[in-house]
């Protein structure tokens, strides 16, 4: 997900940095060459290019040191507990992906090996998911895509226009489509139920014969906890409805394979038609990769595939991009020959059993555990304050706290209809060891401590310290004005935060 970014006035960019004083410059060395360290040269005691392209090249290292001190600014990404996105690789696939970056991987023509490398990962992960293989079906199909939100795109396109020409064959009004989802559902499902003007419902109870189908997730953002794919699809039965479901396993799809492999959710089950899935989640790449499998052509509409003679070779394409580079391609059919299905097992039991540490340790401090343990749900640790404990501080204040250490721990509101409720969430990622964990119990152990010998006013004025001072998005600057205080999204109308995937 990419922020929109405004176009700065000249006003703002010729501003002096503190208001009320003139905009100062240093004077440079008048010397252009560039002989001594990068911090000799004229361009250390200049503004770093932020509005528009300079009229002069500068020496490639220069740039690099620049934009590289520009960078150490970012935080850590391992120390983000917020994401579900991979932060560690082999040194091995990294070469590989970096190799490959120079790769239009919508090239078939030029670069066969890595398109034929795709093929092999759809096949690995549609067998994965149990997609029909015999041969008294159709073969199931699918795609690369730059993550879940595109192919989650693809999927609601999908099941809409199947939906739109079985009406139209049965002479039918195709005007009015609505799907069929949790509120809990992330925030790619609203983008996709208004670009492609979809009613959005949150109901099975609600569907009608204009529902073109019904969103179950295998992992919810907030608690990881997995809808019960199976009781929707043997209600969709028993009622004789007819509908279709597609599974967001963007977080679960490769969790719940390893960890509850007899748990039916995927194509194991009869109305389920399409999965997508996120490799730079649980995937183990880094992002931005994500898969689509439908399980058979019948539900992908042949008109929404187009055959693309491009450089000499005829191909067929269903994706919202065109060019993209082949390394998180390769990246993820790098980690499923490397892994293994055993590889992938032992990772995600690891993760299962440090969220259920935590999830125990955490209950030991006195906090309400609303995740799921021992593999019912990802691995992550969904958790907030007693409210029988009379604290003077919530969820945001604890979360504040602890951005003044080491780790970034994200506070949320929930979804629509749970009375404001707050809670604190940590993704337990491949690389959060259980010595990690114990130094981010250390972390909460001795907020809760600072936070219980403050003040309520104290409190709020630290928040707004944090808020302004230490939290990235606090000082934030690259909001569009005219864009804010939206009131169309679940956020907007009900207050529900939308996690950080």
Not at 66 to 77: E, R, T
Not at 391 to 408: C, N, P, S, T, W
Request: aromatic share 8%; charged share 25%.
């Amino acid at each position: 997900m990419v922020h929109l970014a405004k176009i700065p006035s000249d006003k703002h960019v010729n501003a002096p940095l503190v208001e009320g004083l003139e905009k100062l410059t240093l004077e440079g060395s008048g010397d252009d060459s560039f002989t001594t360290t990068v911090y000799g040269s004229r361009f250390a005691a200049q503004d770093l290019p932020k509005f528009e392209m300079p009229e002069t090249e500068m020496p490639k290292e220069v740039a690099y040191r620049m934009i590289k001190d520009d960078l150490s600014l970012d935080g850590n990404p391992m120390l983000n507990l917020a994401s579900f996105v991979t932060t560690y690789m082999e040194k091995e696939v990294e070469d590989l992906m970096a190799e490959s970056f120079s790769k239009n991987f919508i090239d078939y023509e030029e670069y066969p090996q890595s398109a034929d490398i795709q093929n092999r990962c759809v096949s690995m992960i549609g067998r994965l998911f149990n997609a029909p293989t015999d041969a008294s079906h159709s073969s199931a199909v699918g795609t690369s895509t730059v993550g879940s939100s595109e192919a989650i795109m693809l999927g609601v396109l999908a099941m809409k226009k199947r939906w739109q020409n079985k009406r139209k064959a049965e002479g039918k009004d195709y005007s009015k489509p609505n799907i069929v989802m949790n509120s809990a559902v992330q925030v790619c499902w609203e983008k996709a139920a208004r670009y492609f003007e979809v009613e959005e419902k949150e109901a099975v109870n609600l569907v009608d014969e204009n529902t073109i189908g019904i969103c179950v997730i295998l992992g919810t953002t907030y608690t990881g906890q997995y809808e019960d794919a199976k009781a929707i699809n043997d209600l969709l039965i028993d009622r004789n409805i007819d509908t279709v479901i597609h599974i967001d396993a963007a977080s679960g799809g490769f969790v719940a394979p390893f960890v509850v492999p007899d748990l039916e959710w995927d194509f194991r089950l009869e109305k389920v038609v399409s999965i997508n899935t996120s490799g730079h989640k649980y995937g183990l790449v880094y992002p931005g990769v994500g898969w689509v499998i439908w399980r058979s052509p019948e539900f992908l509409p042949k008109e929404l595939v187009f055959n693309i003679n491009y450089l000499g070779a005829d191909q067929a394409s269903f994706t919202l991009n065109f060019s993209k580079g082949a390394s998180q391609v390769i990246g993820q059919y790098y980690q499923l020959i490397r892994l293994g299905k055993h590889g992938y097992r032992s990772i995600m039991g690891n993760l299962t059993r440090t969220a259920d540490y935590l999830s125990d340790s955490l209950e030991q401090l006195g906090f309400i555990i609303m995740s799921e343990k021992k593999g019912k749900g990802l691995p992550l640790v969904a958790f907030r304050l007693d409210k029988k404990k009379g604290k003077h501080y919530d969820e945001f204040a604890l979360a504040h706290q602890l951005r003044g250490q080491i780790m970034v721990v994200p506070a949320y509101t929930m979804a629509p209809n749970t009375k404001d409720l707050k809670m604190l969430r940590v993704v337990v990622r491949e690389d959060f060891s259980k010595s990690r964990c114990d130094q981010l119990l250390q972390d909460i152990k001795l907020c809760l401590g600072i936070l219980d010998d403050m003040d309520k006013k104290s409190i709020k004025e630290h928040q707004e310290y944090i808020k302004s001072h230490v939290s990235h998005s606090g000082k934030a600057k690259h909001g569009h004005n005219d864009y804010k205080d939206e009131k169309h999204s679940l956020q907007g109308k009900t207050g529900k935060t939308h996690a950080v995937c």
